[in-house]
């Protein structure tokens, strides 16, 4: 063997050496499909050893496997081809490629094979990523990009075209600033969550996309940052945040209208405050008002009382003048016709005296004088009489409280005590009295003033009600009216007429002077009635019906 073949076969040794140890199979057909080689370490991962098909047939041994017999098939006309061999569990990376001869024939042909099983199974399982990495992107509802450091888009997810309206070619190292071009605000707030991400690594801000037809939507930004071969990238996501700004949006302007609400609430308010104050002011005008009118009603007030009081004395003295100019002229006739009477009978008694002087008097000389002195005394006495009347009346007329003690007594009762004591004179009429009495009707008072009452109102019937032998019924009826006591007395005579009724009260009136008519009995009983029981008294009358007094008194007077 010469150097230059001992040299080929120490390389054809360290050849078969390397093909044995790398994973892979190497092997050379004649230009039968015959074997003439078939090393490398990665024939024992499909059964066989090196060597071992030499001298066989590839078309005969794959005769089932038609992507190796198709190969093969190209590779005699001329092709090369590589592809992938699968030999049950096996992945082969597979080149043929025809060899010539000298005339540039095809000779046979030359393959290789590379065990790629390992590296597939890791290419499909990062294809498997991929795809599980893209269903997510995809579903993520949101966009997600990548920006490189110059803040082009490189990557994105379909969301992105669906939401932007953008096409890929348009997407494709779109600036993310172009984003948010005119809008300062947003353009802000993006800058600064680019400014955070630089800082810490993580950004988020919230912004308005403007989209391919202008509308813009509001989004939820993040940027994380991050290297890749020395270079600047960031990725993130933006979240569709409509729905949440157009219920904020809501919010504020439901706040806003709320707000305007309270704010016209209040200014109604206060309106109405300041409306009650004025409303208050005009009241406490008013009060004051008010109070200086009723200061000057109470001072004029005053002043009436003080004026009715002046009023009151005064009427008391003129009807006190009245009342002793009465009694005077009253008194003054029988006293004058008294006085009179006496002079003539201290003249008659003179003369008897002279008379005597002279001689002593014979009977003859004094019975003509008896006769005169009995008419004088008479009239004397008949005058002084009347004067005596009329005093007793008149100091009656002052209804003196002090003259009997107060007690409990039944009206009814004692009524009909006193027209009793009075049945003297009225069995000399044919007038019947009655009484008419429910109930008792107790009394605290003074019942001698009640019976003058009583007899002051018979006797008066009796006197001018009733013509002589005239028939009559007097009525007497007694009620209790709470808190007063009413007695109704009622005759049926003559009755009263219109022009005198006002007057009948008044003390000194009568229409019966010339029969010795006082003319104080009705108003006696008017003193009594009105000052002793504090009550009142009132006649109703007319000519031809009869009378009837209406009186109230207190059932206990002070
Ligand atoms: N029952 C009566 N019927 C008709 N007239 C009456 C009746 N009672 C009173 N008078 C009228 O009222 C007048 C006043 O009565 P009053 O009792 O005051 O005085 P008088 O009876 O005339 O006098 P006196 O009471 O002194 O006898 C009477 O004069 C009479 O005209
Ligand atoms: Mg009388």
Redesign the pocket.
Known sequence: MNNKDSNKTEQMELFSKLVSQIPMLIYVLDKHWNFKLSEGAALSKIGLKPGEVVGKSARELYKDNTNIISSLDQAYKGIDTSSILKLDDLYLEHYIAPYYNKNNEIDGVVGAAIDVTNRLKSEDELQKTRELQNAILESVPGMIYMYNDLGELLFWNKWHETMTGYNKEELYLKKFTDWFENDEQSLAAINQGLQDMKTKGFGETEAYLECKDKTKIPLYFTARLFKLDGKDYFVGMGVDISNRVAAENKLKVLNHTLEEKVIERTQELSDANIELSEVNQELTAMNEEMQAMNEELSNSNEKMIKMQNFLVESEKMASLGGLVAGVAHEINTPIGIGMTASTHLQDMVNDLLELNKERPLTSEDIIPYLEDIDKATHMIYKNLNRAA?LIK?FKQLSVDQSAEPKRLFDLCEYTNEVLLSLSPSMKKTKIKINTICKEPVMINGYPGSLAQVIT??V????????LAEQKGIITIEINRKDPMIEIVYK?D?????ND?ID???????????S???????????YSIITQQYKGSIK?D?EKGK??K?TIYIKEDII
Request: net charge neutral.
């Open positions: 009347t009346s002051n109102l006797m008066n019937s009796l006197k001018h009600g009733y005759d005579g003559v009755g009263i007429d005198i007057k009948i009260f008044e003390p000194f009136f009568t229409t019966n002077r029969n010795g008519g006082t003319g104080l009995g009705l108003s006696i009983i006649c009358s009869g009378v007094f």
